[in-house]
């Protein structure tokens, strides 16, 4: 459910964003049924052991945070910090790794684990050498991300907590543990000042 469920979800109130949220845990077991018949089928050919299996996102969502009913086009930390989940051989049972990730990281590692050697020209860090326990560090402290507003100036209210014309931004997550920074922050093209001023915002989490 991305924009029209939004749009369908009957207002802000909180029975609304209740009735959402539990739709969205429903069609989540039409995807449980989907797992539980690939790990029935891998064992079946002895493969499950030989296997990873990843589960990604490439945002989080707000259902009622700061006043969002249901959206996903805000730079908030619970809409950039999205857990990643994989297991596979040689990957610790219960392990948790605090490194900055982004999808584009999934190629290069699955290349990775699979024997080969990602390709220098590639977007993304493997992750392969931490989740096999062989480096002690993160391969990147920092990941960019990017967002541009789906408005434009004749049809999005010049205010809203939605999405605007202005809600167009680049921001940096950055995490460094020696120099203790654990930081969110973005960038606002403010598009309607023909200065073309902008807007920063940092949030130390």
């Known amino acids: 459910m991305g924009a029209a469920g939004a749009a369908g979800g009957g207002g802000c109130s909180v029975a609304s964003i209740d009735a959402e949220y539990s739709k969205r845990l429903r069609s989540l077991l039409s995807v449980d049924d989907i797992v539980l018949a690939l790990e029935k089928t891998l064992k079946e050919a002895g493969e499950f052991e030989n296997t990873y299996m ?3 996102s490439d945002h989080g969502y707000s259902q009622g945070q700061f006043r969002l009913c249901s959206h996903k086009m805000q730079v908030y930390d619970h809409g950039a910090r999205v857990p990643a989940l994989i297991r596979g051989p040689g990957i610790a049972p219960g392990m948790q790794l605090s490194a900055i990730t982004a999808m584009a990281d999934v190629a290069p590692t699955l290349i990775e684990l699979a024997g080969g050697t990602a390709p220098l020209a590639m977007d993304g860090r493997s992750l392969a050498p931490l989740l096999l326990g062989k480096a002690a560090s993160q391969a990147r402290d ?64």
Not at 159 to 170: K, Q
Not at 177 to 200: C, I, T, W
Request: glycine share 2%; with cysteine.
């Open 54 to 56: 990843l589960f990604f």
């Open 142 to 205: 920092f990941t960019l991300i990017e967002y541009e507003s789906i408005q434009d100036a004749s049809s999005a209210p010049a205010l809203s907590a939605v999405d605007t014309v202005n809600n167009t931004f680049r921001s940096i997550r950055w995490i460094n543990a020696s120099l203790d920074k654990n930081l969110l922050y973005a960038e606002f093209a403010d598009v309607l000042d023909p200065r073309g001023m902008q807007h920063y915002c940092m949030h130390v989490l």
